[in-house]
């Protein structure tokens, strides 16, 4: 469950096609968030590596949730 008053957006990311039977990865972020701006940080790299070589298929679920 997300805290009350959040918003949802939901963006594919483009750079390459998913690979039959790989497996779709949806992370939920809040741009305001510390925790979350250090996993874009940490994992970027190895993202885009792997929607580009079709391992996954990646979006992005855009909340906003920090200081509700």
């Known amino acids: 469950m997300y805290p009350r008053g959040t918003t949802n957006f939901s963006l594919p990311v483009p750079g390459g096609t998913a690979k039959p039977g ?7 972020v809040d741009y305001a968030c510390g925790g979350c701006r250090a996993h874009e940080a940490t994992n970027a ?22 200081g509700l």
């Not at 790989?22 to 939920?28: G, M, S, Y």
């Open 22 to 28: 790989a497996p779709k990865v949806e992370l939920i």
């Open 45 to 66: 790299a190895n993202l885009k590596k792997w929607v580009a070589a079709g391992d996954i298929a990646l979006s992005y679920n855009l909340r906003s949730f920090v």
